[in-house]
């Protein structure tokens, strides 16, 4: 199956730092997420980014679908960002709804 | 109630026990899921449902049993369970299957096996 990488595994930023964390995948894909896990497990969509790039505040992603690479840009981070970012993706050409997740960059933020 | 909302959060169960996790989502989707979140692992599919019907199995031990009694609404049946069956139990929601849809996540159920 599909196999999805996430880089790095653990970042430890000071407050206001910026960040880029990355997905590799090995395959096409018709479907990107990136989620933000909090410490209470609640998984939070952040972008559904199957290729280009999309803003939504401090946070930004792209995916350059071709390159089969996805970057999840953080600016001025906050220690509320903590917690673990997972990219989710789905084979090209399935329908059935089989999401891959990779196993996560834990974030922590210190104030 | 609004999104995804999963029942009971936390549930600490014997392996004898019989229980059920409820989700039911409120964003009129078709599509339901069911993952297992183990310490240290990422997010492993379990269940798929689309209109009601299941479209994947992952190879789930039968100790879990599925059902989709309609769109809104999923259930994980659970017995006989094992302590390595102690987990984050994560339901989701999309419009449909097929790989165009975003997924939403409700807040998890938190299972202990003793």
């Known amino acids: 199956g599909i196999q999805v990488e996430q880089s790095p595994p653990d970042l430890i930023l000071q407050e206001g730092a910026n960040s880029t964390l990355r997905c590799n995948f090995s395959?096409?894909?018709?479907?990107l997420q990136w989620f933000h896990q909090n410490p209470w497990g609640q998984l939070i969509n952040l972008f559904y980014?199957?290729?280009g790039t999309k803003q939504n505040g401090r946070l930004s992603a792209t995916t350059v679908a071709t390159e089969r690479y996805s970057l999840l840009y953080i600016s001025s981070s906050q220690t509320t960002d903590s917690g673990v970012y997972f990219c989710a993706v789905e084979p090209y050409n399935t329908n059935a709804g089989k999401s891959t997740f990779g196993d996560g960059t834990t974030l922590t933020v210190k104030p | 109630e609004t999104g995804v909302t999963q029942t009971p959060r936390h549930l600490v169960m014997g392996m004898t026990n019989k229980k059920s996790l409820k989700c039911e989502q409120h964003?009129?989707?078709?599509?339901m899921y069911w993952y297992k979140q183990s310490a240290k692992k990422p997010l492993e599919l379990m269940f798929v449902?689309?209109?009601?019907?299941?479209?994947e199995n992952n190879s789930v031990p039968s100790r879990f049993s599925p059902e989709c009694p309609n769109s809104s609404h999923l259930f994980l049946h659970l017995h006989t369970l094992q302590p390595e069956d102690s987990a984050l139990y994560l339901c989701a929601s999309s419009q449909e299957t097929g790989g165009i849809d975003e997924q939403y996540f409700g807040p998890g159920t938190r299972l202990t096996v003793t």
């Open positions: 980014i199957p290729s």
């Open positions: 449902y689309n209109f009601k019907e299941q479209t």
């Open positions: 964003l009129g989707h078709n599509a």
């Open positions: 395959d096409s894909v018709n479907n």
